[in-house]
């Protein structure tokens, strides 16, 4: 380990000048046991003003993966296109990969993962996941003991922000959107944040390091924020609770459930804490309980230090694969029937103020075998629009879009019915 | 890599007898990459009833020292006597150590790592602090990237769990300990616990993994938790607070001040819910924010489970300096002086209820310059005892010693002041 560790970044943005940044204190060689050298770099323009020096420029990621160097470090993000080709480029010149793009490993994980094995090479993706919190490496290397019952996770700074703003505001969803997006919280285009990919991605990775499986988008039931109104987040609120968007995954009798879903969490409880863009995971360990972490998910010093670890990592010879065990004992997750999953629920109904309505519902629910444990019926407006807002006693996923779906047809309901999962009680 | 990962193992109390059953599952072999054998063990009694075989008895821990094994796993605790011997015989006949034993570490911890870095040995200790919380592993390995301006924590789960009784039960001090004596929650002698003593040791250590320091006990202000009354319990609550005994290690201007404490901390704040027997570590990285770690402290898994860790580390010869840097390269801890550190306080006076007695420590408090931010006096017992409370603007330590002094001789007052550090606010 004497020669210094030739590092290559693809991608200059927050992150990437970040980590250069970072790279040039010399406290990390100490750490690392060798030199840090940034032999290579690329991104899409050269000419950005950035806060630092551009250095060993090279052209494109084509150039830059035939380049000597010791680790590609891959922060161009993009399930596929030019990420995808330089990690494999990388991987099959014999190069360690360190990444930060949760979409591409969540497509592409057991393979690049198999494909790094052979060679006998890293890939690590701390940064992919909840930022600066250590969570890849806790469920890798520390959590290992005993088997984990479930992961539980406020996976996305946006969505986060979004949903405290509301709370802390009492405005809607869409006004607070527009604002996040001036501040910089949220994209121009929204959609992979508040539609729940981004944490489906994220989930997906920790599942897998959670459960030895192959990481797996195409079983998880996904759904955003965007339906989320005032009136829910100030309900939550009166019965005790906080709306999340959470990214679960849990083992269970039928296989291992995961979803991405806005859930119910008790205002008493570590999730329920976690505000504005900070990041949260709770990993449920069988006999040794359950640990949370929580920090911030983004941003540039969060996600660079996620950065830096791997890459010191590597220049320690601290290798180990890839999702904790070995890719080719990883086995495809086995998916638990979505509609089996059982959970209480908070469900809304917007319906006219007509005398029987309040029948007719419980009726539906009743005929789903659907049992009430508190109801909230606010204001009275005959023959207008008013709220029934119920938490109901455990029951499936299947019971409540069935019991939707009648209820949904009644000429006394004004708009569709809101479900939410009551996760942490 | 091929051959099986020889373990010996001293000690087989709760979490010893937790780590030989745990390494009788299969899945852990996958993660290590080669068998996991245990070769030998010893005990204090061979002949107590334990829930698994004792197997590879040998007789003693010089016996132990002297077995054919790759790794020495300490679990006899004391910070010299046997373990100190067995874990220097095994670092000088070329074994890797891992150890859940604070208090050897936090004496001996610079030495021994730099006796093991020389052999080219891992010395491992993720069960010393904070139980299954991960955290060793990530300051030594994970918040690397920026400097880290201070750590805090609950580092003892005996000391939360009587202040989470005392305050859930608004009984005495005495009479809680007493409790948690007859349910095992404390030791039958607890001073270590109750005296902070046992969370110096685990502060020191986190205090060497944050800064890179030697481990430090020396200079370091430590106060326990035996002096609280179910009163400061519930004025705290009144403010706003819980009181927590925390170990708090911060870099200042003046250099890093270590100290343990009970402490005053915002009921809004993290820390503030921990509670029972669970630890939680708060780490705050300059640039990158506030990392926040929360789990169980003590108990067979979860010690268990930090221990397999290490041991699976030490099989896929992920190796790194004991304390993050090289031991060569600790440098000792630059403490800055007790005195000058600053807080605001709580301060509680019992005092006969006679006319002039808050205008004498008003001003003895305004003699030391400290101000007063909020204050409470309870009771109207003329000539009998009443408790008064103040919350004040930041101040020095050495401040409210000094008034504490020429107050606690005043005939009006009849107990010693009490203080507690405001410190999450």
Same mark, same amino acid.
């Given at each position: 380990m004497?020669?210094?560790?030739?590092?290559?970044?693809?991608?200059?943005?927050?992150?990437?000048? %970040?980590?250069?940044?970072?790279?040039?204190?010399?406290?990390?060689?100490d750490?690392?046991?060798?030199?840090?050298?940034?032999? !290579?770099?690329c991104?899409?323009?050269?000419? $950005?003003?950035?806060?630092?020096?551009?250095?060993?420029?090279?052209?494109d990621?084509?150039?830059?993966?035939?380049?000597?160097?010791?680790?590609?470090?891959?922060?161009?993000?993009?399930?596929d296109?030019p990420?995808?080709?330089?990690?494999?480029?990388?991987?099959?010149?014999? $190069?360690?990969?360190?990444?930060?793009?949760?979409?591409?490993?969540?497509?592409?994980?057991?393979?690049?993962?198999?494909?790094?094995?052979? $060679?006998?090479?890293?890939?690590?993706?701390?940064?992919?996941?909840?930022?600066?919190?250590?969570?890849?490496?806790?469920?890798?290397?520390?959590?290992?003991?005993?088997?984990? !019952? !479930?992961?539980?996770?406020?996976?996305n700074?946006?969505?986060?922000y979004?949903?405290?703003?509301?709370?802390?505001?009492?405005?809607?969803?869409?006004?607070?959107?527009?604002?996040?997006?001036?501040?910089?919280?949220?994209?121009?285009?929204?959609?992979?944040?508040?539609?729940?990919?981004?944490t489906?991605?994220?989930?997906?990775?920790?599942a897998?390091?959670?459960?030895?499986?192959?990481?797996?988008?195409?079983t998880?039931?996904?759904?955003?924020?965007?339906?989320?109104?005032?009136?829910?987040?100030?309900f939550?609120?009166e019965?005790?609770?906080?709306?999340?968007?959470?990214?679960?995954?849990?083992? +269970?009798?039928?296989?291992?459930?995961q979803?991405?879903?806005?859930?119910?969490?008790?205002?008493?409880?570590?999730?329920?804490?976690?505000? %504005?863009?900070?990041n949260?995971? #709770?990993?449920?360990? $069988?006999?040794?309980?359950?640990?949370?972490?929580?920090?911030?998910?983004a941003?540039?010093?969060p996600?660079?230090?996620?950065?830096?670890?791997?890459?010191?990592?590597?220049?320690?010879?601290?290798?180990?694969?890839?999702?904790?065990?070995p !890719?080719?004992?990883? #086995?495809?997750?086995?998916?638990?029937?979505?509609?089996?999953?059982?959970?209480?629920?908070?469900?809304?109904?917007?319906?006219?103020?007509?005398?029987?309505?309040l029948?007719?519902?419980?009726g539906?629910?009743?005929?789903?075998?659907?049992?009430?444990?508190?109801?909230i019926?606010?204001?009275?407006a005959? %023959?207008?629009?008013?709220?029934?807002?119920?938490?109901?006693?455990?029951?499936?996923?299947?019971?409540?879009?069935g019991?939707?779906?009648?209820?949904?047809?009644s000429?006394?309901?004004? +708009?569709?019915?809101?479900?939410?999962a009551?996760?942490?009680?």
């Open positions: 004497s020669g210094p560790l030739r590092i290559a970044i693809a991608g200059l943005g927050t992150v990437g000048g %970040g980590v250069v940044a970072a790279l040039q204190s010399k406290t990390l060689e750490r690392a046991g060798r030199r840090l050298e940034i032999v !290579a770099m991104a899409r323009d050269r000419n $950005k003003k950035r806060g630092f020096e551009i250095g060993n420029w090279v052209g990621t084509h150039a830059l993966a035939k380049v000597d160097a010791d680790v590609v470090v891959e922060l161009i993000g993009g399930d296109g990420a995808l080709t330089l990690v494999e480029k990388a991987l099959k010149a014999g $190069k360690h990969v360190v990444t930060a793009n949760k979409a591409l490993l969540a497509r592409h994980g057991a393979r690049l993962a198999a494909l790094a094995e052979e $060679k006998g090479l890293s890939l690590k993706f701390e940064a992919a996941v909840a930022g600066g919190i250590p969570i890849v490496k806790a469920l890798r290397e520390s959590l290992i003991g005993y088997e984990v !019952a !479930a992961v539980r996770g406020i996976l700074g946006t969505c986060n979004i949903l405290t703003q509301m709370e802390s505001s009492g405005r809607p969803f869409n006004d607070v959107l527009k604002d996040a997006q001036a501040f910089g919280y949220a994209e121009s285009d929204p959609s992979l944040d508040i539609g729940g990919g981004d489906a991605h994220k989930l997906a990775l920790l897998a390091l959670a459960f030895g499986t192959m990481p797996d988008l195409d998880m039931a996904v759904r955003g924020i965007a339906h989320i109104a005032s009136e829910d987040i100030a939550a609120r019965f005790g609770y906080r709306i999340k968007l959470l990214g679960i995954a849990k083992r +269970s009798q039928n296989g291992i459930d979803r991405v879903q806005p859930s119910m969490v008790s205002a008493g409880t570590p999730l329920a804490d976690v505000h %504005g863009a900070f949260a995971v #709770v990993a449920d360990v $069988k006999h040794a309980g359950p640990f949370f972490f929580d920090g911030r998910g941003g540039e010093a996600t660079a230090n996620a950065v830096i670890a791997d890459i010191v990592d590597i220049a320690r010879g601290n290798m180990g694969p890839v999702f904790g065990i !890719a080719r004992a990883l #086995v495809p997750l086995p998916a638990a029937p979505a509609d089996s999953a059982t959970s209480a629920f908070y469900l809304r109904f917007q319906v006219l103020d007509v005398p029987g309505v029948a007719e519902i419980a539906r629910l009743a005929e789903w075998r659907i049992s009430i444990e508190s109801m019926q606010r204001g009275r005959p %023959g207008e629009a008013v709220s029934i807002v119920m938490i109901t006693h455990e029951t499936t996923y299947a019971a409540v879009d019991a939707f779906k009648t209820i949904a047809v000429d006394k309901v004004i +708009s569709p019915p809101c479900m939410i009551m996760e942490a009680r």
